[in-house]
Every structure is written in structure tokens, then in C-alpha cells.
T-cell receptor, first 113, second 113 residues
Framework: GESVGLHLPTLSVQEGDNSIINCAYS??????FIWYKQESGKGPQFIID?????DKRQGQRVTVLLNKTVKHLSLQIAATQPGDSAVYFC????????????FGKGTLLTVNP | DAGVIQSPRHEVTEMGQEVTLRCKPI?????LFWYRQTMMRGLELLIY????????DSGMPEDRFSAKMPNASFSTLKIQPSEPRDSAVYFC???????????FGPGTRLTVL
């Protein structure tokens, strides 16, 4: 089956810098995407989502960009803080009666003080 | 509001023993998912319930695994007999609408010796 994958398994940034985490998806039928953050010892936590009829959505310090042409999703974190250190997963859903979220392998973000 | 509740948080058992993991979904959510997370395989969907009915158990590894959802506020995942390769973190997640945002519990870290 089709799957979601990540370009970068690890990302290290300095505190205060902006972070960009990338995700490639292969299912062109996917119409809903989510970014999750997972801190050590905790379950994945919802950050932001986006539907395929949008190409950008902003939250608090986070922005998700969707490029359907190249099937690429990114999460931008502004002014990265040590508390942002975690594993970030993208997930996709192909809509319709599909109840499944397909998760990527995750990217480990480390923020250096 | 309370999120998804899982118990126990940690379980250490010996090979061959029965293990029961428990989950209380968010009130009002009609979709419940059990996942297993390992470094090698990432997040794997084991089983999905909708309105307390198992819809898809294709992710259940083998007959040693079983899951039940006797009512809308409780689900169990049982492994009998357990094996060392079952060692992983098991997450329960619930959602209001299948295919959309899932809320994860804190997970149960299972170690089978």
C-alpha cells in the first residue's frame, strides 16, 4: 500500500531559529493531513491539520504547508524552543470511508540552547 | 476534560503470561484505535472499533492478540501468551470522526522478559 515517509530522520536547530520538518506522501487521493508531536514517554499530540483544499494553515508558532503537485507536506516552527524537542509525525487520510491515518516514521527535532 | 486514559502505564511480565491493557476513550468519541509502537516499525494500527464494533482487526499480529470493547467507555487489548517480541509501547486513541484527528492516550510500555 501507499505510505507516508519523511525526508529527514533527525533535525538539530539552535534555540530561536525556525525549524522546518518535511514529509512526502505517495497517496494522491489523500485529502487530510495532520502533524503530531511526540515527547519522550508520551503519546502523540495533535499540533495542526490541513485539508487538501488548502495549501497553508497557521497556528500558534506553527505553519503547515501542503504542495499537492509534488505531494509534499511541511511543518514550520517559528522561534524554536527547547520544549519543541520531540519526534514529529505526519499522518494522512485518504478520505471517504477510510478511517485510517497513515503515519510517517517520524523526525527527531533537537533544540540546542 | 480528561483525555484518553490507559492503564497500566508500565507492565513487566514474563514470557507466557497473559497481559491485559486497558483504555478509556474520550467521552462522546465513537471511534477507538489500538496501536503498537516500536523503533523498528513505528506506529502500527492493530485494531479499529466504531461504535463498539470491531471494524478492522487486520493489524492484529496473530491469534495471541485479542481486543474487546464491551461499551463506549472501555476497551481492552489482551495478549496471551505474551512473548518477548511483544515488547513495545501500546497506544489507545479515540476520535469523534473516523479518519480525522485522533487523540492518543499516554501509552502502556510493555516489557516481556
Amino acid at each position: 500500500g501507499e505510505s507516508v515517509g519523511l525526508h529527514l530522520p533527525t533535525l538539530s536547530v539552535q534555540e530561536g531559529d525556525n525549524s522546518i520538518i518535511n514529509c512526502a506522501y505517495s497517496n494522491s487521493a489523500s485529502d487530510y493531513f495532520i502533524w503530531y508531536k511526540q515527547e519522550s514517554g508520551k503519546g502523540p499530540q495533535f499540533i495542526i491539520d490541513i485539508r487538501s483544499n488548502m495549501d497553508k494553515r497557521q497556528g500558534q508558532r506553527v505553519t503547515v504547508l501542503l504542495n499537492k503537485t509534488v505531494k509534499h507536506l511541511s511543518l514550520q516552527i517559528a522561534a524554536t524552543q527547547p520544549g519543541d524537542s520531540a519526534v514529529y509525525f505526519c499522518a494522512e487520510n485518504s478520505g471517504g470511508s477510510n478511517y485510517k491515518l497513515t503515519f510517517g516514521k517520524g523526525t527527531l527535532l533537537t533544540v540546542n540552547p | 476534560d480528561a483525555g484518553v486514559i490507559q492503564s497500566p502505564r508500565h507492565e513487566v511480565t514474563e514470557m507466557g503470561q497473559e497481559v491485559t491493557l486497558r483504555c478509556k476513550p474520550i467521552s462522546g468519541h465513537n471511534s477507538l484505535f489500538w496501536y503498537r509502537q516500536t523503533m523498528m516499525r513505528g506506529l502500527e494500527l492493530l485494531i479499529y472499533f466504531n461504535n463498539n464494533v470491531p471494524i478492522d482487526d487486520s493489524g492484529m499480529p496473530e491469534d495471541r492478540f485479542s481486543a474487546k470493547m464491551p461499551n463506549a467507555s472501555f476497551s481492552t487489548l489482551k495478549i496471551q501468551p505474551s512473548e518477548p517480541r511483544d515488547s513495545a509501547v501500546y497506544f489507545c486513541a479515540s476520535s469523534l470522526l473516523a479518519g480525522r484527528e485522533q487523540f492518543f492516550g499516554p501509552g502502556t510500555r510493555l516489557t516481556v522478559l
